[in-house]
């Protein structure tokens, strides 16, 4: 691999995109658009404090500098990822390989869908309790990304899974690459479908969303409960040890942070609510159970948007 862009500069996409720019021996840079570009050039961005600068272009920018890209890092919110797809379009061929950092169960049946002839690491970030403000990304845990590729996937796409890893390995990017990939997703999906929807829904951070006997820890814990119902009819494995397990990586982390979704609701933006709780209805009215946790969730964070 010779040429990464990068896709978003939010916190996941700084964090990690911003280790393959100061780190890869090719080509890297932040691909956006025009506008984008006029607004964020003359911005400084700083992680943890220190200050850091970092190639960004527009797609006709990075295939004049540098060809096509052998790799697309996407870390943009899932109510971006159509236009931002969209906006990538001419870098992308046949030998191109997809990492997206979002979150959820469907955002690389989404990317496969749209260049069907490319090829698509499964990735889960997971660990990490950064918070992007502005151009300010802090954080007290960095946590790393778990990639993979389906047990039934071609050889072709092993083989990109290993090309990954070791630019990851080159870049310092801290990484696991799991044997079941699908399993750790959708154990991830369930974490989130409840601290974040949960830390927007009561205003609250980590440590309010998990506090033994709250109303929020019940929501919490009821909303992940539901996800292990609908991924059981899915045929995925996870339940109560997963959701102990997850929450114990929370307990981990800094008490006083809050998830991506709160976040969006104290910074006034919509949230990736059709991501979680919307997956999950869709999943239940599927195989017909009742998800009561995430249908208020839902309408709770529909309201709260409403306001902004």
């Not at 970030?125 to 990304?137: F, V």
Request: aromatic share 8%; proline share 4%; with cysteine.
């Amino acid at each position: 691999m010779k040429n990464v862009a990068t896709v978003g500069m939010g916190a996941l996409g700084l964090l990690f995109g911003g280790e393959i720019a100061e780190n890869f021996a090719g080509n890297a840079a932040f691909v956006m658009d025009e506008e984008r570009l006029r607004r964020h050039s003359e911005d400084i961005y700083r992680i943890n404090g220190r200050e850091v600068s970092y190639p960004m272009t527009t797609p006709e920018g990075f295939l004049s500098s540098y060809g096509r890209a052998d790799m697309v890092l996407v870390g943009v919110k899932f109510l971006d990822l159509s236009k931002s797809l969209d906006l990538i379009e001419p870098l992308v061929n046949e030998d191109t390989v997809f990492v997206s950092m979002l979150n959820g169960i469907s955002s690389e049946r989404i990317i496969s869908e749209r260049f069907p002839q490319s090829h698509v690491i499964y990735t889960v970030s997971q660990g990490m309790d950064a918070q992007r403000t502005g151009s300010e990304l802090v954080y007290s845990r960095h946590g790393e990304l778990f990639i993979g590729v389906p047990d039934d996937a071609p050889n072709v796409l092993k083989d990109k899974l290993t090309e990954v890893a070791a630019l990851f390995d080159e870049c310092k990017v801290p990484h696991t690459v799991e044997e079941d990939i699908i399993y750790r997703l959708w154990s991830k999906f369930m974490l989130n479908v409840g601290i974040n929807q949960t830390c927007m829904v009561f205003d609250t951070d980590y440590e309010g969303a998990t506090r033994p006997g709250s109303e929020e820890f019940v929501f919490t814990v009821s909303a992940m409960r539901e996800v292990a119902a609908v991924g059981q009819a899915e045929g995925i494995d996870i339940g109560e040890k997963e959701i102990e397990q997850y929450l114990e990586i929370i307990a981990g982390l800094d008490p006083s942070a809050i998830p991506s979704m709160a976040q969006d609701r104290r910074q006034g933006r919509h949230s990736e609510v059709d991501m979680f709780a919307g997956e999950v209805m869709a999943l239940g009215k599927k195989h017909n159970i009742k998800v009561p946790a995430n249908e208020y969730l839902y309408k709770r964070v529909l309201e709260i948007e409403k306001e902004y």
